[in-house]
C-alpha cells in the first residue's frame, strides 16, 4: 500500500512538475492517529527545487491527486497527509484473498549469500550460536521472499590453532577420539588451557599439532576427521529440532586448497606485506590483519578471505550477509577492507549483521573457562513446558502422546526462536532460563495460538466474501493493520531486522483476538474474510521467524 502511495503522490507531482527526475529523498510514512493513514514530505523536494513554499506547492499536489484508493488529502506545515479509501482497503484486502502466500511476493533475479550458524566443531552447540542461525535463517526466509535468491552457508570452524590444542590433549592423555563425545572433547579443550596456565610450552605443542595437521600428517588428519564428524552428527539433531536447513556446509577446512592462492595473489597486489617473519595486511584506521604466522600457518583471517572469494566466483551474489556476533565487527571491518583492497568486491555489497552476545550474571559466555549453556538443554526445557501445558489443555483429551510430543515440539521451538527474534538482534541478551521459553504474552505460542483459532474459525464455515457493506471501526483497524504486511518486510530486509517482522505480527495477532471477543464471526462474510486474510499474514510473518504452526494447539 505504501508503494502504491508513493506512485500516487509522484504522478501528481509529475503533472505540476514533469522534468523531476531526482526522487531521492520522497519518504511516504505511515502516520499517526490524526494525520491520515500515510504523510509524504513530497512538496519539500519540489519546494526545493523551484524556490517556492512548501505549503503552496503541498496545496497544488493535492489538487492533482485523483484516486479511489485516497479519500481525503491534507495539508498541514508542507505535508501531505493521506488518508485511504474504504475501497483501498478492500480492494488490498481481495488480494491477500487472491494471491494468499504469494501475497507481497516480488521477483527481482537477485542473489544472496548468508553466511549463518558457523558452529565451532568439537564443542557443543552453544546458545551463542542459536543466535546467529535463527537470525541468519530468518534473513534468508525474507530476502527469499521478496524474490532473491538465497544460498545459506555454514562456515563451519573445523580449522585452527584450536585443532592442534585438542588433538595434542587427546594425545597427552592417552585417548581414542573414537571413545570421545562432544562433551568429553570440550573438557578436554578446556583443561589444555587451564594447564597451560602453568605450562606455557603447551601452547608451542598445539601449534605443532595444527602445523601437523595443515602438513597432512596421517594420524593428525584421521583423529580430526573424527572429531568433525561427530560434531556434526550432533550438530544435524539440532538443526532437525530447529526445522533448519542450510544450503552448504562449507567450513574453515573447504577453504585450505584454496589459501595459498589467496596469499599470492595478496602479495602480488601489494596488499600484504611482511612484518617480523609474518605477512600482514594494514589499515589507516584499523589494527592490522594477520595472513601467514611467523610458523606459516595460516588465520582464521585467511580462511574468511579465501571464502569471499570464493563466494563471489561461485554464486555471483549481489549481496552477502555475514550474521555474526558483535564481538567480530573488527574482524569484519578489516574483511572486507581486505575484499575491497583486492578489488574482488565490484557490484557486491558485504554486510555484517552483528547480534548481540549472550551473557550470564557471571560475565561473557566462554568455553575456555567452562562457562556457557547448552542448547540442547534449552531446547529440552522448553519442548517440556510446552507439552506440561498442552497437558492440562482441553485439547489433550483428543491426542495420542505422539501427537502431543510433536506439538511440544513445534511450540517450545517456536517460543525460544520468537524470543530471540523478537529483539532488536544488536542488543545484547542476559540468558534467563525462564524469559527464554517464554511462552504466554508476547510470545511465539501466541502467535501459533492465534494461527489455530483462526483456523478453527475458517474449519467452521467457507463463506467469506468482500461484500458492499461498510467496515467498522474494529474492522477497519485489523485490514489496515493487514496491509502494512508488504512495507513491514521491506523495513524488516533493508534494515536486517527481522524484529520488525515480530512486533508486528504480535500487534496484528493482539488485534485481532480483541476483535474475536468483541465481534461475532461465523455468519458475517466479510469478518470470515478478515479472518482469513489473518491467517494468512500471520502464517507467513511466523514463516519469515522460521516459526511452524501446529495444526492443533
Ligand atoms: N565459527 C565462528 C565462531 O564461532 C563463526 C564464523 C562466522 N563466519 C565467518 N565467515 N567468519 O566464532
Not at 58 to 66: L, P, S, V, Y
Not at 191 to 209: I, L, N, Q, T, V
Not at 213 to 226: I, N, S
Not at 356 to 376: A, H, I, Q
Request: proline share 2%.
Amino acid at each position: 500500500m505504501k508503494k502504491k502511495i508513493e506512485r500516487i503522490l509522484r504522478e501528481a507531482t509529475e503533472e505540476i512538475c514533469p522534468t523531476i527526475d531526482d526522487w531521492g529523498e520522497v519518504k511516504v510514512e505511515r502516520s499517526g492517529k490524526n494525520h491520515g493513514d500515510y504523510a509524504s514530505n513530497i512538496a519539500f523536494l519540489l519546494a526545493k527545487k523551484e524556490g517556492k513554499n512548501p505549503e503552496n506547492i503541498a496545496k497544488e499536489i493535492k489538487k492533482k491527486i485523483k484516486s479511489e484508493l485516497v479519500s481525503k488529502v491534507e495539508v498541514k506545515n508542507g505535508f501531505l497527509n493521506v488518508f485511504l479509501s474504504e475501497n483501498a482497503l478492500k480492494e488490498e484486502l481481495s488480494e491477500v484473498l487472491r494471491e494468499k502466500d504469494d501475497y507481497g511476493k516480488d521477483i527481482c533475479g537477485k542473489t544472496l549469500v548468508v553466511d549463518y550458524s558457523s558452529p565451532n566443531i568439537a564443542k557443543s552447540f552453544g546458545v551463542g550460536h542459536l543466535r546467529s542461525t535463527i537470525i541468519g535463517q530468518s534473513l534468508y526466509n525474507i530476502y527469499e521472499h521478496l524474490g532473491w535468491k538465497g544460498v545459506g552457508i555454514n562456515h563451519l570452524g573445523d580449522w585452527g590453532t584450536q585443532y592442534g590444542k585438542l588433538l595434542y590433549q587427546i594425545k597427552k592423555e592417552g585417548k581414542n577420539p573414537e571413545d570421545l563425545s562432544i562433551g568429553e572433547l570440550e573438557e578436554l579443550y578446556v583443561r589444555f588451557h587451564r594447564e597451560a596456565e602453568d605450562s606455557p610450552e603447551m601452547e608451542e605443542e598445539g601449534r605443532k599439532w595444527f602445523a601437523k595437521l595443515e602438513r597432512g600428517d596421517k594420524e593428525a588428519r584421521k583423529m580430526w576427521e573424527v572429531c568433525r564428524k561427530k560434531s556434526l552428527e550432533e550438530f544435524q539433531k539440532i538443526y532437525d529440532d530447529l526445522e533448519i536447513e542450510i544450503d552448504y556446509v562449507l567450513g574453515e577446512s573447504f577453504y585450505e586448497d584454496k589459501l595459498s592462492a589467496v596469499i599470492r595473489e595478496a602479495k602480488e597486489k601489494r596488499v600484504a606485506k611482511k612484518s617480523k617473519g609474518a605477512l600482514v595486511i594494514d589499515f589507516d584506521d584499523m589494527p592490522s590483519a594477520m595472513i601467514l604466522k611467523s610458523d606459516g600457518s595460516t588465520t582464521y583471517f585467511t580462511r574468511d578471505l579465501a571464502a569471499a572469494k570464493y563466494r563471489l566466483e561461485e554464486f555471483s551474489p549481489d549481496k552477502l550477509i555475514y550474521e555474526i556476533g558483535a564481538d567480530q565487527t573488527l574482524h569484519m571491518k578489516q574483511l572486507f577492507a581486505t575484499v575491497e583492497k583486492m578489488g574482488w568486491a565490484k557490484k557486491a555489497k558485504f554486510v555484517h549483521v552483528p547480534h548481540g552476545m549472550f551473557r550470564l550474571k557471571e560475565g561473557k559466555f566462554s568455553t575456555r573457562r567452562g562457562r556457557t549453556v547448552y542448547l540442547e538443554e534449552v531446547l529440552a526445557l522448553a519442548k517440556k513446558k510446552a507439552e506440561e501445558i498442552i497437558k492440562n489443555s482441553a485439547t489433550a483429551k483428543n491426542i495420542s502422546p505422539k501427537e502431543r510430543r510433536e506439538i511440544a515440539r513445534i511450540v517450545g521451538i517456536g517460543a525460544v526462536k520468537y524470543n530471540d527474534l523478537k529483539r532488536y538482534h544488536k542488543r545484547d541478551v542476559l540468558f534467563d532460563w525462564d524469559r527464554i521459553v517464554t511462552l504466554k504474552g508476547d510470545s511465539g505460542p501466541y502467535l501459533q495460538y492465534t494461527c489455530v483459532r483462526c483456523k478453527s474459525i475458517l474449519e467452521k464455515t467457507k463463506r467469506h466474501d468482500v461484500t458492499a457493506e461498510k467496515l467498522d471501526e474494529e474492522e477497519r483497524k485489523i485490514v489496515k493493520r493487514i496491509i502494512q504486511f508488504n512495507e513491514t518486510v521491506d523495513a524488516a530486509a533493508s534494515s536486517y531486522s527481522p524484529n520488525l517482522i515480530a512486533e508486528y505480527a504480535f500487534r496484528l495477532a493482539k488485534e485481532f483476538n480483541y476483535f474475536y471477543d468483541s465481534c461475532p464471526i461465523l455468519g458475517n462474510k466479510q469478518r470470515v474474510a478478515i479472518t482469513e486474510a489473518t491467517l494468512i499474514i500471520l502464517t507467513r510473518c511466523l514463516h519469515l521467524l522460521t516459526i511452524s504452526v501446529p495444526t492443533k494447539m
